[in-house]
């Protein structure tokens, strides 16, 4: 039994203090932990991928990966985002219109319809938590990234795991580096956005029932 995780830097394990802290590794074991029927995890996913930079990993790199997977989880859209918004704070500007949205949108479809195509895997989409809870705009828009991987997860009949409800209220504690919750701390040098150990393994344990239904989980025991 194969699990693939598909992501950009959360994913990749950004800012875990080791790789088997970071969620898809944490997943992995804890599910071998208590199952006899042991599955093998792989991870498709660099630090700041877009969702144009997944699309052309899936159909280039992980074609027989995803094949051979029992289940995949896809978390991606923060980069595009986080792009679109880190020039007009830098060097002025407007922030991104509605063409982000149509663009993630189209690489997002092409990303499950590939997965379809290869795999009759369980798919699971993760919404994006949101790093800047205190800034009015990045709730706007977060709010818009993750109502279009929504709608495009039904349309692959792909399960949608709430990884925003997990992080919200608690962005300070399992955020590394957080700072106010605005935009705006972005320009501090860093970027406080991806999840710290405890982060990680709180997404961990969100996700994983969405994985491996205690459903699927009964069925392949026997």
């Keep these: 039994m194969i699990y693939t995780a598909l992501g950009d830097s959360i994913t990749f394990g950004d800012n875990a203090s080791s790789p088997k802290l970071a969620y898809p590794h944490l997943t992995v074991t804890t599910y071998n932990r208590s199952n006899p029927r042991t599955i093998k995890g792989y991870v498709l996913a660099r630090s700041g991928w877009t969702s144009s930079n997944l699309l052309d ?56 319809r590939q997965i379809r195509k290869t795999s009759s895997a369980r798919i699971v989409c993760c919404t994006q938590y949101n790093p800047f809870p205190n800034s009015s705009i990045a709730v706007e828009w977060i709010g818009r990234l993750n109502q279009t991987t929504q709608g495009i997860a039904a349309a692959y009949d792909a399960k949608i795991a709430p990884a925003h409800k997990w992080f919200e209220g608690k962005q300070a504690e399992l955020i590394d580096g957080y700072r106010e919750g605005q935009l705006e701390d972005i320009l501090g040098g860093t970027l406080p956005i991806h999840p710290n150990d405890r982060g990680h393994r709180v997404i961990a344990n969100g996700l994983s029932p969405y994985l491996f239904p205690k459903s699927n989980v009964s069925s392949k025991k026997k």
């Design 57 to 112: 990993a899936v159909l280039w790199q992980g074609s027989e990966m995803i094949k051979r997977s029992s289940v995949v989880s896809v978390w991606i859209g923060g980069v595009d985002l986080a792009n679109a918004a880190i020039t007009p704070l830098v060097n002025g500007g407007p922030f991104p219109n509605m063409t982000l949205l149509v663009q993630f949108r189209r690489n997002l479809n092409a990303i499950l």
